[in-house]
T-cell receptor, first 111, second 115 residues
Framework: DTEVTQTPKHLVMGMTNKKSLKCEQHMGHRAMYWYKQKAKKPPELMFVYSYEKLSINESVPSRFSPECPNSSLLNLHLHALQPEDSALYLC??????????FGPGTRLTVL | GENVEQHPSTLSVQEGDSAVIKCTYSDSASNYFPWYKQELGKRPQLIIDIRSNVGEKKDQRIAVTLNKTAKHFSLHITETQPEDSAVYFCAASKPSGGGGNKLTFGTGTQLKVEL
């Protein structure tokens, strides 16, 4: 399996909701990433996990809470989001410092 | 932190022509430079990458050159085809310290290949 998968594909949530985004890879990669991408902009790094430990948090607001339950799974828990958080959320994985493989993303809309 | 500049922001070429996209980076610790192609509504996909110990790399119609001294790298696409139309992102990367790498993307180039 050479793909990164993400669920759901689309998510609409209110500002008071709690939801989670999920990412999975079975390539044996030990680094996993969350990116946020606004329309017509490049992906912006949010978090890096390495060997299931958080190694980078790019000063992301606490309403975004990452979790890495095991080496194949990465979650992003969402709570009390703002409309400006609407974006495409991309997950990626890599073998150490090599090529990052991206998932198809979750299109998030916050009402 | 790292800053990656990318030019041009839009590029229109005739089918069969060549396309060149240029990027500069600021952090001399960056050692890995991937290029991603992103079609509308799709995920970014790696098309070519280069490490700092190499000056040039080629894969069929696509080539990348790196000038470490000047801190710039370029993507060259020859014999362009309509299916090359997409947004192209350059990126600069350095190890994140705890494993993995920290990618900083350029602002993107919308390439349009016209028939």
């Amino acid at each position: 399996d050479t793909e990164v998968t993400q669920t759901p594909k689309h998510l609409v949530m209110g500002m008071t909701n709690k939801k989670s985004l999920k990412c999975e890879q079975h390539m044996g990669h030990r680094a996993m990433y969350w990116y946020k991408q606004k329309a017509k902009k490049p992906p912006e790094l949010m978090f890096v996990y390495s060997y299931e430990k958080l190694s980078i948090n790019e000063s992301v607001p606490s309403r975004f809470s990452p979790e890495c339950p095991n080496s194949s799974l990465l979650n992003l828990h969402l709570h009390a989001l703002q409309p400006e958080d609407s974006a495409l959320y991309l997950c990626a994985s890599s073998q150490a410092e090599g090529q990052q493989f991206f998932g198809p993303g979750t299109r998030l809309t916050v009402l | 932190g790292e800053n990656v500049e990318q030019h041009p922001s839009t590029l229109s070429v005739q089918e069969g022509d060549s396309a060149v996209i240029k990027c500069t980076y600021s952090d001399s610790a960056s050692n890995y430079f991937p290029w991603y192609k992103q079609e509308l509504g799709k995920r970014p996909q790696l098309i070519i990458d280069i490490r700092s110990n190499v000056g040039e790399k080629k894969d069929q119609r696509i080539a990348v050159t790196l000038n470490k001294t000047a801190k710039h790298f370029s993507l060259h696409i020859t014999e362009t085809q309509p299916e090359d139309s997409a947004v192209y992102f350059c990126a600069a990367s350095k190890p994140s310290g705890g494993g993995g790498n920290k990618l900083t993307f350029g602002t993107g180039t919308q390439l349009k290949v016209e028939l």
